[in-house]
């Protein structure tokens, strides 16, 4: 037997998102190292290789975190996720007012020793997503009045989004859907769903009044980028330059490491990685990355369906609707559809905590493939 044939033989779990996680990297990998070469030039004195040996080590950990992740029994996830929340929160605050800024915005907490940065958010949409799981699955049926709901569901999503929101909204928007979601596909009564998006308008309300007393609020950032998608057809600069590249690519690309808008593009290897990708290998390539994506939630469904535990289920479906909703958002920012987020394409832009919180997500997914496969 072959080492690719016995790798397959142990790996257990739905072998279908193993491919596509697959795919994706050696995709990544190919697109990293093309959309540094201007940065590298910049910064590392030429050197070319330091970034993707950089990505490369950082793919690496991601997929043994992945490969640990999927080797935990899912129901652990369960029983962690109180603590993790507890865990999440004051870390969320301490980076608000105590964390490393870039681009304006503090979302970032330095590790000492280690030189490392930290974004406290990747780890905080985790612990939500797993507690609203738990939540959603177990105390459904104990949820008759205000004080009941509010507690143990509505509470923490306002509490995790608001610390999120003021430096990284974007994120927080999409973290508010994916609960709201998790919460209709798990049947929790309207009212409380409906009350939770007026809360939600209630408190990006504040938000915008604290904005006149504090910078820790990006409110300017907000209405230039809103305004700027709204009045410009043509969008800004980074746009413009990403309209090129995906004009350049037209059906099957100029052909990897040809790319000339990576020398313009702002974040070429991180925020606008999609552009790079298609003027490299075309709209066919482009196509092909959406349908990567779509395809890890199609085999998501799959796995809700044939999850005999409410947990599993609405696990793996909030995990994969964040993945999914993030790499929509990335695309669209590219093609002018929606403002500039900042948000990455996971498991394909150049990253450090995005990737590694990533992987570990898919593999929370795997486990729970994994233990239906066990079952059937």
């Known amino acids: 037997m072959s080492i690719g044939n016995k790798i397959y033989a142990s790996l257990g779990g739905d072998r279908v998102i193993w491919l596509i996680v697959l795919l994706l990297s050696i995709m990544s990998l190919l697109a990293v190292y093309s959309a540094t070469g201007t940065l590298a030039y910049r910064k590392q004195g030429g050197d070319t290789e330091f970034y993707i040996v950089k990505h490369l080590m950082l793919m690496s950990g991601g997929l043994g ?3 640990i992740c999927y080797l935990i029994h899912y129901k652990r996830y369960s029983r962690w996720s109180p603590i993790a929340i507890m865990i999440a929160i004051p870390l969320l605050m301490y980076t608000l007012f105590f964390g490393t800024s870039l681009n304006e915005a503090s979302r970032w907490i330095m590790v000492p020793i280690i030189n490392v940065s930290f974004q406290s958010s990747d780890f905080a949409k985790l612990a939500l997503i797993m ?6 699955s177990t105390k459904q049926e104990t949820i008759k009045d205000l004080k009941s709901a509010f507690l143990p569901i509505l509470a923490p999503v306002l509490v995790i989004c608001g610390l999120i929101a003021p430096a990284d909204l974007s994120t927080a928007i999409l973290l508010f859907i994916t609960s709201l979601l998790l919460m209709f596909i798990g049947r929790v009564n309207f009212k409380y769903i409906g009350l939770l998006i007026l809360l939600g308008i209630v408190m990006f309300a504040i938000l915008i009044i604290l904005a ?6 990006r409110l300017d950032t907000w209405v230039l980028r809103t305004r700027d998608f709204v009045t410009n057809s043509e969008g800004g600069y980074q746009i413009q330059q990403a309209k090129i590249a995906i004009s350049e690519g037209s059906w099957f690309g100029v052909g990897p490491g040809n790319s000339a808008q990576r020398n313009y593009l702002p974040h070429a290897y991180s925020d606008f990685i999609y552009a790079i990708i298609v003027e490299e290998y075309g709209l066919f390539g482009g196509f092909v990355i959406i349908a990567l994506y779509v395809g890890i939630l ?10 005999p535990k409410a947990f599993g289920a609405m696990l ?4 994969t609707l964040s993945l999914v909703m993030q790499a929509l958002a990335n695309m669209a920012v590219s093609v002018h559809l929606v403002p500039v987020t900042g948000l990455t394409l996971p498991l394909m832009s150049m990253g450090g905590t995005s990737l590694l919180f990533t992987s570990i997500a898919v593999g929370m997914i795997l486990s729970v493939s994994k233990y239906i496969e066990t079952v059937k």
């Open 316 to 319: 793996a479906l909030g995990l």
């Open 65 to 67: 975190l992945m490969y």
């Open 131 to 136: 507690y609203l799981a738990r939540e959603i």
């Open 298 to 307: 199609l085999r998501c469904v799959r796995l809700v369906t044939l999850s």
């Open 212 to 217: 006149e007393f504090s910078p820790l609020v």
